[in-house]
């Protein structure tokens, strides 16, 4: 009798050991704990140390550092009707753990999910030209989106940048041209331009020294000492004809 009691005072401590240590939970900094009494919410507990009621409670372990994954290569079709490849990076982290538990199943898969389809339809929405220049304005665009759409769930999404943008042969191909033709007109309008300001200089020249006979003369003396330096053999000057108009006029 003495031994069965023994016995059975033996199995009660070590069954109060295990409820007790199946009660007690710890919960770092980074850690929350979403709490049910009987299936239905109580609250959010940690960090630190935590006491559940054994099969009465029960507790959801939640993450609030941030998460980062890649988004998979989109096939996404621009505005213009280009067909490119594009992928991202997603920054998010739980900032509800209540609703993150609650509110969907699974929160970092529909997270992906909906990442991958909020990368396609904005990206959808503009040209290939301001998918390779503008990506800042397009990391903006998809981060609220996407934060708009997960701020049911408790989430926010903090930042997402574009990786990647994969073009197929024969459109980096006529981009290349695209470009050549675009310095070619370039180069046109400027050598065009240079014109127009030489000319509009060589007019003002002109009309200085119509103003001035003798600086044209001048203009000619300096020209002559300027081929002289050159040491030619022969020298083929033209005699100016305000020169000879002189020497008649003197005659």
Same mark, same amino acid.
């Given at each position: 009798? *003495?031994?069965?009691?023994?016995?059975? &005072? $033996?199995?009660? *401590?070590?069954?109060?050991?295990?409820?007790?240590?199946?009660?007690?939970? *710890?919960?770092?900094?980074?850690?929350?704990? =979403? =709490?049910? /009494?009987?299936?239905?919410? !109580?609250? =959010?507990?940690?960090?630190?140390?935590?006491?559940?009621?054994?099969?009465?409670?029960?507790?959801?372990?939640?993450?609030?550092?941030?998460?980062?994954?890649?988004?998979?290569?989109?096939?996404? *079709?621009?505005?213009?009707?280009?067909?490119? @490849?594009?992928?991202?990076?997603?920054?998010?982290?739980?900032?509800?753990?209540? @609703?993150?538990?609650?509110?969907?199943?699974?929160?970092? %898969?529909? /997270?992906?999910?909906? $990442?991958?389809?909020?990368?396609?339809?904005?990206?959808?929405?503009?040209?290939?030209? /301001?998918?390779?220049? %503008?990506?800042?304005?397009?990391?903006?665009?998809?981060?609220?989106?996407?934060?708009?759409?997960?701020?049911? !769930?408790?989430?926010?999404?903090?930042?997402? %940048?574009? @990786?990647?943008?994969?073009?197929? %042969? $024969?459109?980096?191909?006529?981009?290349?041209?695209?470009?050549?033709?675009?310095?070619?007109?370039?180069?046109?309008?400027?050598?065009?331009?240079?014109?127009?300001?030489?000319?509009?200089?060589?007019?003002?020249?002109?009309?200085?020294?119509?103003?001035?006979?003798?600086?044209?003369?001048?203009?000619?003396?300096? /020209?002559?000492?300027?081929?002289?330096?050159?040491?030619? &053999?022969?020298?083929?000057?033209?005699?100016?004809?305000?020169?000879?108009?002189? =020497?008649?006029?003197?005659?």
């Amino acid at each position: 009798m *003495i031994g069965f009691t023994f016995g059975f &005072s $033996s199995l009660l *401590i070590l069954l109060a050991i295990i409820v007790i240590a199946s009660a007690i939970r *710890i919960f770092r900094e980074y850690e929350r704990g =979403v =709490v049910f /009494t009987l299936g239905r919410f !109580w609250k =959010v507990k940690g960090p630190g140390l935590v006491l559940i009621a054994p099969i009465i409670q029960q507790v959801v372990r939640i993450d609030l550092r941030t998460v980062v994954f890649d988004v998979p290569p989109q096939d996404v *079709i621009t505005r213009d009707n280009v067909s490119v @490849k594009v992928n991202a990076v997603v920054y998010f982290r739980v900032v509800d753990p209540e @609703k993150a538990v609650i509110q969907v199943a699974r929160f970092f %898969e529909a /997270t992906s999910q909906l $990442s991958q389809t909020t990368l396609r339809a904005v990206l959808g929405k503009h040209e290939l030209d /301001t998918l390779l220049a %503008e990506r800042e304005m397009l990391n903006a665009d998809i981060q609220k989106a996407l934060d708009m759409q997960t701020d049911a !769930w408790g989430i926010k999404v903090s930042n997402v %940048e574009i @990786k990647h943008v994969d073009i197929n %042969e $024969s459109m980096i191909r006529a981009i290349a041209r695209q470009a050549e033709a675009e310095r070619e007109r370039r180069a046109k309008i400027i050598h065009a331009d240079g014109e127009l300001q030489a000319s509009q200089k060589l007019l003002e020249a002109a009309q200085t020294l119509a103003r001035e006979p003798q600086a044209m003369q001048l203009r000619y003396l300096q /020209t002559l000492t300027t081929i002289a330096a050159d040491k030619n &053999s022969t020298i083929v000057f033209p005699l100016p004809v305000d020169i000879l108009t002189a =020497v008649l006029n003197r005659g």
